[in-house]
């Protein structure tokens, strides 16, 4: 495969630090905003309550094969990079390709 194609699509690694936002707990204007005295379970069995982060109720993020670059940059590391095959991304290059098909082929 050439440039930034792989198996799934054409992409490109990204570094992203956001995930540091996966423990956040709300503090007023950011965060996971749970309302007062409410609490519930997620599908998965997580328990919902105002303490609750982004990654408390979607703990089977922990089961991704890649999770350890996450944990990794929650504890400290550097900011994990992954190659993301976005939809909107595949559509605009497929868009791209029949414009210049129609132009050129």
Known sequence: MTGHEDAKGIA???????????????NGDQGLY???G?????????PIN????????RSFYKNDPDWSKVQSYLNGGP??????H???????IATAF????????
């Open 98 to 105: 029949a414009v210049h098909v129609d132009l050129f082929g």
């Open 12 to 26: 490109i690694p990204e570094t992203r630090t956001d995930y540091s936002r996966f423990d956040d707990t709300y």
């Open 79 to 84: 900011a994990p990079t992954f190659t993301y």
């Open 34 to 36: 749970v309302p007062p």
């Open 50 to 57: 105002s303490n609750s982060t982004f990654l408390s109720i």
């Open 86 to 92: 976005r939809f909107w991304s595949q559509s605009e």
């Open 38 to 46: 409410w609490t519930g379970t997620m599908p998965n069995g997580d």
